[in-house]
């Protein structure tokens, strides 16, 4: 008797203290799907995850985000991985928004996986801020999803700067009109090496040496070496992590000696910087930021305290910027119904790491394209309409 | 000149990569999909060892190959041998431990992962350039060549020349027939597969110094070694080398003569023919 009044009583303790817990406020539930492992584990590694995770890390340090009855709600992060695999994304998608009941989802990472889901985003009605996405099809996608945003810039811009940069250089004197193009045979490669085809001889450029390579190359000596024998003046590769590391290695030692030397994803690593050291120095790269700019000081600091990376130069700062238009959409509508918030970010004015936000039809269209090396920090140098672009340096050598 | 020497050169890459494969699935018979990530290991041994430990990359040898020869024996024993006995055939056996070690590449991947974070990593260690014949090459590259022959030669002159290689020979030609002449197939199995291990992740650390490698990569490690066993003949080591060696000057003659983007699709080109003209690889024997 004694014991099933003490169990009893227990029972009734138990019962007691849960709905003491539901009258703190419910968090809001985040969902992200990236990759965790897989080809493009190692840049999510970088630019997505610390990102997201700084993020959750500041709004839950100010208490959590602000509703329209004054209370605060800490944000409760939902993560997945999709082992860089379209079909996985899509079901993580799914799950979020069915099983997990996420209030708000991610994007993913990788054009080919924001675009896969796309639709899913769309059919559970999610606003899909995407950033790892670079694609010429943004006003059709926009379009089409009326819930998707775009933020990292699309492919013609970034192979326009370049060409850009090199005219001009080619204007000064500093180089000759010799350019050697590589890409990685990959979708990504490939399209910005077909849109920078026309452009580079609109620019006046002669490109005297173009190939392709497969991904995931174990050797590129044949491209270096072919690419010096063609005698450039600037080198251009359209290149992903493994093999921005790679051709670079092999310049190096091949003594592939050109004022301009531009490799795409990655150059923005600290990784890069860690392994080339003075090397580094006047190495273009796709992406870029402006480190002086107010918004940014502290973030680095701050980046390698929570996360324990360091943080990179181009997207990682775009992804914590994109998550801070959702942050403050949020506030602006007091609630978290996505329809309304969908529609504060398509009209609202927003203040991010990058600076003002504004969206042009989910679009932004400011956003940094090229980025060097310069003591040791990764600067924007190119840019559609950025304010604080660095003076571009001419490479000497390695 | 310039292809001959990058030719040979990858393929001594390729050759450390396979070696491993070629003492696991040709003596052990364990078709091993986890192979790369041993290489991966490696790679983070030396990484680990020069960018946290500041001291000579090399020392990754003394951390990685002995942890990769015991834990392959630990696997083998513990999670292959229940699988070896209980398969009723060669092709059972082979599907068996494709989808065991294909679940365990995962969580080697995983454990990777939770260990180093999923960020590549690589560092700069012998970059310097060396002077061959007019061209340069990298410092790294020609001292994983020289691992590989000297690899090479170990093993060759193990295999050829001590009891325990010709009882290991005996076990990759017949090991129903081997048992008959005493040999203990299960522990030189064992021991077989705990070497490949060790072999991989002494290959891995030397590839690291001029591959960027992240936790995810060994699965693209483990593809070229399953083409390079196949096409040299299951269990056989010169086999072995010749294909590794024959798929590397491929590869860099369509990349010095007809066009980069194309290598893939040379060195798969490659394995078809082989196998159709030759299913049983180049120095296999046919059964």
């Known amino acids: 008797m004694n014991r099933r009044l003490a169990i009893s009583l227990a029972g009734l303790a138990l019962c007691a203290s849960v709905p003491l817990a539901a009258v703190q406020a419910q968090p809001i539930k985040i969902g992200a799907v990236a990759p965790k492992t897989g080809p493009l584990a190692g840049g999510a590694a970088v630019t997505q995850w610390p990102s997201i995770k700084l993020w959750v890390s500041d709004v839950n340090g100010r208490g959590g985000l602000t509703m329209k009855d004054g209370s605060k709600r800490k944000v409760e992060l939902i993560e997945y991985d999709d082992r860089t695999n379209p079909g996985e994304t899509i079901k993580a998608v799914e799950r979020l928004a069915t099983q997990d009941k996420a209030d708000f989802i991610v994007a993913p990472y990788g054009t080919g996986l924001v675009l896969a889901s796309a639709p899913v985003f769309a059919k559970y009605g999610y606003p899909q801020i995407a950033v790892s996405a670079i694609t010429d099809k943004t006003k059709e996608l926009a379009k089409r999803y009326p819930n998707i945003f775009f933020t990292l810039g699309n492919t013609t811009a970034f192979a326009q700067s370049v060409a850009d940069i090199l005219k001009k250089m080619v204007a000064d004197g500093t180089i000759g009109k010799r350019v050697a193009m590589v890409n990685v045979a990959d979708a990504f490669g490939i399209e910005l090496a077909e849109a920078a085809r026309p452009i580079f001889k609109a620019a006046g450029l002669e490109i005297v040496y173009d190939k392709s390579y497969p991904l995931g190359a174990q050797d590129l000596a044949s491209v270096v070496k072919g690419a010096k024998a063609a005698n450039p003046d600037a080198f251009v590769a359209w290149s992903y992590p493994p093999d921005t590391f790679g051709l670079t290695e092999l310049a190096k030692i091949e003594g592939l000696n050109v004022k301009a030397y531009y490799t795409a994803v990655a150059t923005c690593f600290p990784a890069f910087a860690g392994k080339f050291g003075a090397s580094a120095e006047n190495v273009l790269g796709a992406g870029g930021i402006d480190v002086d700019s107010a918004e940014m000081k502290g973030y680095y600091e701050r980046h390698k305290k929570v996360t324990g990376v360091a943080g990179d130069f181009w997207a990682g700062p775009v992804t914590y910027a994109s998550l801070q238009v959702l942050e403050q959409a949020i506030e602006a509508t007091g609630g978290v119904d996505r329809k309304a918030v969908t529609e504060a970010i398509k009209q609202g004015t927003f203040k991010t790491v990058l600076g003002t936000w504004k969206f042009n039809n989910q679009v932004i269209d400011q956003f940094w394209t090229v980025g060097q090396w310069q003591n040791g920090r990764f600067v924007g140098v190119s840019s559609t309409g950025k304010s604080g672009a660095k003076a571009v340096r001419a490479k000497t050598g390695w | ?287």
Do not use: H
Not at chain 2, 175 to 190: C, F, G, H, N, T
């Open chain 2, 1 to 287: 000149m310039d292809i001959i020497i990058i030719g040979l050169l990858l393929g001594a890459t390729y050759c450390l990569m396979a070696l491993g494969l070629t003492l696991q699935y040709g003596v052990a018979r364990i078709m091993n999909l986890a192979a790369g990530e041993w290489i991966v290991v490696g790679g983070f041994a030396a990484y680990w060892s020069f960018s946290l430990q500041s001291v000579n990359p090399m020392w990754g040898f003394a951390i990685a190959v002995p942890l990769a020869f015991v834990l392959n024996w630990l696997i083998y024993r513990w999670l292959l041998t229940p699988l070896i006995r209980r398969a009723k055939t060669r092709g059972a056996l082979e599907v068996d431990s494709i989808l065991a070690t294909f679940g365990m590449s995962f969580i080697a991947v995983g454990l990777m992962r939770a260990a180093f974070g999923g960020e590549f990593f690589n560092y700069s260690f012998w970059a310097e350039p060396v002077d061959l014949f007019g061209s340069a090459y990298g410092k790294n590259r020609i001292a994983a060549a020289a691992l590989a022959v000297l690899l090479c030669a170990i093993l060759y002159v193990a295999l050829l020349k001590t009891r325990w290689g010709m009882a290991m020979r005996a076990l990759a030609i017949d090991p129903q027939s081997a048992r008959l002449v005493s040999i203990d197939v299960e522990k030189l199995s064992a021991l077989a597969f705990a070497f490949g291990g060790a072999v991989a992740a002494a290959g891995g650390v030397v590839l690291s110094t001029f591959l960027t490698l992240d936790a995810s990569v060994g699965v693209l490690f483990t593809m070229k070694a399953l083409i390079i066993v196949i096409m040299g003949g299951v269990g056989n080591l010169r086999g072995a080398i010749v294909a590794a060696l024959l798929l590397g000057l491929v590869e860099s003659a369509i990349a010095g003569l007809v066009d980069p983007g194309l290598t893939l699709a040379g060195a798969y080109l490659l394995f078809v023919l082989v196998l159709l003209f030759k299913p049983e690889g180049l120095f296999g024997v046919r059964r």
